[in-house]
Nanobody, 119 residues
């Protein structure tokens, strides 16, 4: 059974930094591209960043390019999101999941971790 446990969120001031972690289990972590998503109040969940399973290829939504860095440690089954120069518009619940969370063995979401950026 897939388990995704996000942590590292919190309250930070404008311009501050946070590092999110996602501990994964229940699947072969190294086989899947992994992503971070976020959902702000009243908005749909959006893809923020993706790390390919091999090759170090990454993707970022335009709004976080140059500020966020996604990384993964396949030995620890963990994916990270380093967030720098945070802005109030980054306030959201952050989730990790595969690049295509609708496909097996995925299909559900963890509890997420709240990031709040004060102005």
């Amino acid at each position: 059974q897939v388990q995704l446990v996000e942590s590292g969120g919190g309250l930070v001031q404008f311009g501050g930094s946070l590092r999110l972690s996602c501990a994964a289990s229940g699947f072969t972590f190294g086989r899947y591209a992994m992503s971070w998503y976020r959902q702000a109040p009243g908005k749909e969940r959006e893809l923020v960043a993706t790390a390919a399973n091999i090759g170090g290829v990454t993707y970022y939504v335009d709004s976080v390019k140059g500020r966020f860095t996604i990384s993964r440690d396949n030995a620890k089954n963990t994916v990270y999101l380093q967030m720098n120069n945070l802005k109030p518009e980054d306030t959201a619940v952050y989730y990790c999941n595969s690049r295509d969370p609708r496909k097996a063995p995925f299909g559900s979401w963890g509890q997420g971790t709240q990031v709040t950026v004060s102005s």
